[in-house]
């Protein structure tokens, strides 16, 4: 499968984003898909996760009860709706496919998209 991420973009803090991740191909609602951020310097992080079903998601501690994760398998897109934006959250924000049951770990991810920028400012 193939990923596409994309509704990154400059925001002010308080802010919001949704961003967006279409794949490829026909399994697509058989992936659990997630979304991770990189800064500078740093590893990649978990965000968010997904189930196939969408019936089943995880959070972050640091995002939860401000980002929202969610999939429309008939449009084979997954999306992270980010609200009260902080600039602790700019990053470069990738989504990931995984053929296993949903994890927070990068390892467990199979396919990766190209990533899309995230800039808050204070």
């Known amino acids: 499968v193939q990923l596409q991420a994309s509704g990154g973009g400059f925001v002010q803090a308080g802010g919001s984003l949704r961003l967006s991740c279409a794949a490829s191909?026909?399994?697509?609602?058989?992936?659990?898909m997630g979304w991770f951020r990189q800064a500078p310097g740093k590893e990649h992080e978990f965000v968010a996760t997904?189930?196939?079903?969408?019936?089943?998601?995880d959070y972050a501690d640091s995002v939860k009860g401000r980002f929202t994760i969610s999939r429309d398998n008939a449009k084979n897109t997954v999306y992270l709706q980010m609200n009260s934006l902080k600039p602790e959250d700019a990053a470069v924000y990738y989504c990931?496919?995984?053929?296993?049951?949903?994890?927070?770990?990068?390892?467990?991810?199979?396919?990766w998209g190209q990533g899309t920028q995230v800039t808050v400012s204070s």
């Open positions: 191909g026909r399994t697509f609602s058989s992936y659990v």
């Open positions: 990931a496919a995984a053929r296993t049951s949903y994890s927070s770990s990068p390892r467990a991810y199979d396919y």
């Open positions: 997904i189930n196939w079903s969408g019936s089943i998601t």
